[in-house]
């Protein structure tokens, strides 16, 4: 088995790993700006997604583009997730070069979509595929690719023998507690282990002192008169936020994308962990449909808002955190990692930050709640210790050598593969 790399390798963003010349696992792109997108050309035969994240499955409607539309499989949550990631992104860059993709590839991609549930195998360009819970947001799969039964009667496919080859693409992964999803639990038998390394070199503190901090701090701001922003991504956190926010009976308006995201996700019950809990939490909370009007009342009053984006770099945010900003009252609670760079992380490192257009200093109180959504070292660490006798490709980290070098040290055989290197297994 050929497994060529690329994108997210050593790096995150714009995942994308290539079988063979003919299966492609996820094809994400990276939100900077200019966006990037996996290198190299490709001509899949099959495509499968992990997870509707965009730089997993951001850039998949730009293999719609030729004549052959190669089936794309991924569970009904990641379908509806990258339907809308691809939207957005084309609501973003459609009318630039930047967009590699159209509104008519979208629609292709409506075409080419195959959905699967957790353990159920099927086919794709050949290759035996089951998916797997992987714990990160609703749909997301550990993916687990067997070769032994290739058949060979599609594509570009130049191999002629058989293989004996069980490839594990981890996806992005979370083997704790979240609200809104199980954990992983499934460790399928495997030859090669391709594993995300997000937090290799980070311990996360127990979710539940995460989260009893959060609300703790919520409310005591809610209880002094002052109004809570909480910057949330679309697709999972402003969901775990809901949930934590309905546990702790702390009521919040819910605005920008993951309002849309949250409706998605509820009709696919079978991949949460609390359907019901996820249903009660969006009852009790309110949906902003209005304009920049509507928000500026909403910030004047004594109350928690969800909202896009999560590193504070657009999004209705952008009304609310200026809104708020002057009085000492006021908190803006991040729910997550901030990178380098982004104005949620130049608001937590300087007190100010860009928002729209302006550097602005915030007055509020500026915290950060760790809600992650991916394993820590001992998270992976624990994950890969199913797979002792197994070659491990140290993926999807800004580390991805240094964490490589830890697990040999530790007795695995691991690599870190570099961005467009093809490994023979
Ligand atoms: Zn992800």
């Not at 492609?24 to 495509?47: F, H, I, R, T, W």
């Not at 509104?103 to 991609?109: A, E, Y």
């Not at 928690?304 to 955190?321: C, D, E, F, N, Q």
């Not at 070659?391 to 070098?405: I, K, N, Q, S």
Request: one cysteine or more; proline letters at 6%; aromatic letters at 6%.
């Amino acid at each position: 088995m050929k497994v060529q790399f690329l994108g997210g390798a050593d790096e995150i963003g714009r995942s994308a790993v290539l079988i063979d010349d003919s299966l492609l696992l996820d094809y994400g792109m990276a939100a900077e700006s200019p966006p990037q997108y996996p290198v190299g050309d490709v001509n899949p035969d099959a495509v499968v997604v992990s997870h509707g994240h965009l730089d997993h499955a951001g850039a998949v409607p730009a293999l719609m583009s030729s004549g052959d539309l190669p089936p794309v499989h991924w569970t009904p949550p990641t379908r509806d997730l990258a339907t809308t990631l691809a939207e957005d992104t084309l609501k973003l860059h459609g009318s630039t070069p930047r967009c590699p993709f159209t509104d008519t590839d979208i629609r292709r991609l409506t075409q080419a979509s195959v959905t699967h549930g957790y353990g159920e195998p099927f086919e794709a360009a050949g290759y035996e595929i089951t998916l797997y819970n992987a714990g990160h947001i609703p749909g997301s799969a550990h993916v687990l690719v067997d070769d032994s039964e290739v058949r060979r009667t599609s594509g570009n496919r130049t191999q002629s023998d058989d293989g004996d080859t069980r490839l594990l693409y981890t996806g992005d992964f979370h083997t704790g507690d979240q609200r809104l999803v199980a954990p992983s639990t499934a460790r399928p038998e495997a030859d090669a282990v391709v594993c995300e390394s997000t937090y290799s070199d980070v311990t996360h503190e127990p979710r539940d002192t995460v989260e009893q901090r959060f609300a703790e701090s919520v409310q005591q701001t809610v209880w002094e008169g002052g109004t809570v922003v909480v910057p949330a991504f679309a697709i999972g956190r402003t969901q775990e936020a809901m949930l934590v926010c309905a546990a702790h009976d702390i009521d919040c308006y819910v605005d920008g994308m993951g309002q849309r995201v949250t409706e998605q996700l509820k009709r696919h019950p079978d991949f949460l962990r609390d359907a019901d809990a996820l249903r009660g939490a969006t009852s009790s909370a309110r949906f902003v449909t209005g304009r920049d009007g509507q928000r500026k009342r909403i910030a004047e009053q004594n109350t928690v808002i969800i909202t896009t984006s999560g590193m504070l770099s657009g999004g209705p945010a952008m009304t609310y955190v200026p809104a708020i900003r002057h009085h000492p009252t006021n908190k803006v609670a991040l729910t997550g990692y901030q990178v380098e760079g982004t104005p949620g992380r130049d608001l937590l490192d300087t007190g100010s930050a860009e928002l729209d257009g302006r550097v602005l200093p915030v007055s509020a109180q500026v915290e950060l709640h760790e809600f992650s959504a991916h394993a820590d070292r001992d998270g992976l660490v624990g994950f890969l210790d199913s797979y002792r006798d197994t070659p491990v490709l140290a993926v999807h980290g800004d580390r991805t050598a240094a964490f490589a070098e830890e697990l040999r040290d530790d007795g695995f055989s691991a690599s870190a593969p570099e961005l467009g290197e093809t490994v023979e297994l």
